[in-house]
């Protein structure tokens, strides 16, 4: 066994005090959370949108890796075959516990995107006071994040590592959302072996050869270790 595809989810960035969409009944100041994660939601009114996404942008600032983020990071780094850990979140919390084989298919609140030049840069502040693109001058910035209804970034990397992959390991997904709930079949049938490590069982989970149920804190560490020793 070489090559490692792992996907993570919400269930990871969880322990570290990051909420999901789901959270608070998936409202946010009485708008649905998809409504406000739309490109049609931007265009209609992008002030909120912009609001909604300064303080996300910010909250993740305040947040510090956990022990899962570290065990892979230290995966990556004693791993003497491919790894890549494909991520649903938007934070930047493997990257702070030191992993840099990060894909972030849905984006990063940590860059600023420019719809005007197409240029992204690391953004820590705030985006409703319309600042210039670094780049072009343009008041175009708008979050780098997939919205509900775009297409998530680098699938094609994404498939390609799949159909490499020996190991496809799934943590803290809810198997809900697609493209990413299908990438169990397609590793499966692609002749991977297949892992969840999941708070509970999942949607996906009778996709899986193995499923293990616990937090992340504590079934990743025990996984890796068992990588490295093994
Ligand atoms: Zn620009």
């Given at each position: 066994?070489r090559n490692?595809v792992?996907?993570t989810?919400?269930g990871?960035?969880?322990?570290s005090?990051?909420d999901?969409?789901r959270?608070g009944?998936g409202?946010?100041e009485?708008h649905?959370v998809?409504?406000?994660?739309?490109p049609?939601a931007f265009?209609?009114?992008?002030?909120?949108?912009?609001?909604?996404?300064d303080?996300?942008r910010?909250?993740?600032?305040?947040?510090?890796p956990n022990a899962?983020?570290h065990?892979?990071?230290?995966?990556e780094a004693?791993w003497?075959?491919?790894?890549?850990i494909?991520?649903?979140?938007?934070d930047?919390?493997?990257e702070r516990?030191?992993a840099?084989r990060?894909?972030h298919?849905h984006?990063?609140?940590?860059n600023?995107w420019?719809t005007?030049?197409d240029?992204?840069?690391?953004?820590?502040?705030t985006l409703?006071?319309?600042p210039?693109?670094?780049d072009?001058g343009?008041?175009?910035l708008r979050?780098?994040?997939?919205?509900?209804?775009?297409?998530p970034y680098?699938?094609?990397r994404?498939y390609a590592?799949?159909?490499?992959a020996?190991?496809?390991v799934?943590i803290?997904?809810?198997?809900?959302?697609?493209p990413?709930?299908?990438f169990?079949q397609d590793a499966?049938q692609?002749?991977?072996r297949?892992?969840?490590?999941n708070l509970?069982?999942?949607?996906g989970?009778?996709?899986?050869d193995?499923?293990?149920q616990?937090p992340?804190?504590?079934?990743v560490?025990q996984?890796?270790?068992e990588?490295?020793?093994?």
């Amino acid at each position: 066994m070489r090559n490692i595809v792992v996907l993570t989810g919400a269930g990871i960035s969880a322990e570290s005090g990051i909420d999901t969409f789901r959270d608070g009944g998936g409202l946010w100041e009485r708008h649905r959370v998809e409504d406000v994660a739309t490109p049609e939601a931007f265009a209609r009114d992008p002030e909120l949108v912009q609001r909604f996404y300064d303080m996300r942008r910010a909250a993740v600032q305040t947040k510090q890796p956990n022990a899962a983020h570290h065990a892979l990071a230290r995966l990556e780094a004693e791993w003497r075959g491919e790894l890549l850990i494909v991520t649903q979140n938007v934070d930047d919390l493997h990257e702070r516990a030191g992993a840099s084989r990060v894909l972030h298919m849905h984006g990063t609140h940590l860059n600023a995107w420019c719809t005007a030049c197409d240029a992204r840069h690391r953004w820590t502040g705030t985006l409703i006071d319309k600042p210039p693109c670094p780049d072009c001058g343009e008041a175009s910035l708008r979050p780098d994040v997939v919205w509900f209804g775009e297409m998530p970034y680098e699938m094609e990397r994404i498939y390609a590592a799949l159909r490499g992959a020996d190991l496809f390991v799934a943590i803290g997904t809810s198997g809900a959302v697609y493209p990413a709930a299908g990438f169990v079949q397609d590793a499966s049938q692609l002749g991977a072996r297949t892992l969840e490590l999941n708070l509970a069982r999942s949607q996906g989970s009778h996709w899986f050869d193995e499923s293990r149920q616990g937090p992340a804190t504590q079934l990743v560490p025990q996984w890796v270790e068992e990588m490295l020793a093994g």
